[in-house]
């Protein structure tokens, strides 16, 4: 089992849906939860980033984690042509009271059409 | 402020070909990042460098991948000899801790290497 699971799509949604993204993990140690958005043949930009659980909310965007389903959520509300890229999740563990390295999920694919 | 720049943006080889990559961190950021991304695959990490200091290369795969941080700035990563499944996406990263050990790592545009 990989450490970090991500169904890569395609996700094909109408303009104006909201749009669910998830990520599970096999590791219990992870403590840091992130989004990235990715646009084709840019590098990835950092969207949401959570500590620990609970949910955290940035305009159209709502990030979740559920540390007890080792599952985490990103949903995009509103969406936009715009918002037509992969994203990925990644996470990592607490190291000497840092965060430790980036676990990557393979990304989804997502395309908003107008 | 000035993103994480790369060069080249592309580059094509063929096997056992050598190739260089360079990356330029965002000014001030003390650690930069390797990562190798296959097509459909996250980033993967290759190298991480904290300053000039190599933090954790447990991935790069030593026979080929080479990589330096001189004066704790500008870095090169090397692939000598290159192989058919070297193609992906190098991405550079940089960062600086912030509050509560938060690294948020800035990402550069990436260099897609081909061999053939």
């Known amino acids: 089992q990989k450490e970090v699971e991500q169904d890569p799509g395609p996700l094909s949604v109408p303009e104006g849906a909201i749009v669910s993204l998830n990520c599970t993990y096999s590791?219990?140690?992870?403590?840091?939860f992130m989004w990235y958005r990715q646009y084709s043949r840019k590098g990835p930009e950092l969207l949401m980033y959570?500590?620990?659980?609970g949910n955290k909310e940035d305009g159209r965007f709502t990030a979740q984690v559920d540390k007890s389903s080792k599952y985490i959520s990103l949903f995009i509300r509103d969406s936009q042509p715009s918002d037509s890229a992969t994203y990925l999740c990644?996470?990592?563990?607490?190291?000497?009271?840092?965060?430790?390295?980036?676990?990557f999920g393979k990304g989804t694919k997502l395309s908003v059409k107008p | 402020e000035a993103g994480v720049a790369q060069s080249p943006r592309y580059k094509i080889i063929e096997k056992r070909q050598s190739v260089a990559f360079w990356c330029n961190p965002i000014?001030?950021?003390?650690?930069l990042y390797w990562y190798q991304q296959i097509l459909g695959q996250g980033p993967k990490l290759l190298i991480q460098?904290?300053?000039?200091?190599?933090?954790?290369d447990s991935q790069l795969p030593k026979d080929r991948f080479s990589a330096e941080r001189l004066k704790g700035v500008d870095s090169t990563l090397k692939i000598q000899p290159a192989k058919l499944e070297d193609s992906a996406v190098y991405l550079c990263?940089?960062?600086?801790?912030?509050?509560?050990?938060?690294?948020?790592?800035?990402f550069g545009p990436g260099t897609r290497l081909t061999v053939l």
């Open positions: 990263a940089s960062s600086s801790i912030g509050l509560a050990g938060r690294d948020e790592q800035f």
């Open positions: 590791n219990s140690a992870f403590q840091y």
């Open positions: 959570t500590y620990s659980s």
């Open positions: 990644a996470m990592s563990v607490m190291y000497g009271g840092s965060q430790g390295n980036l676990i």
């Open positions: 000014s001030g950021h003390a650690t």
């Open positions: 460098f904290q300053n000039n200091g190599v933090v954790d």
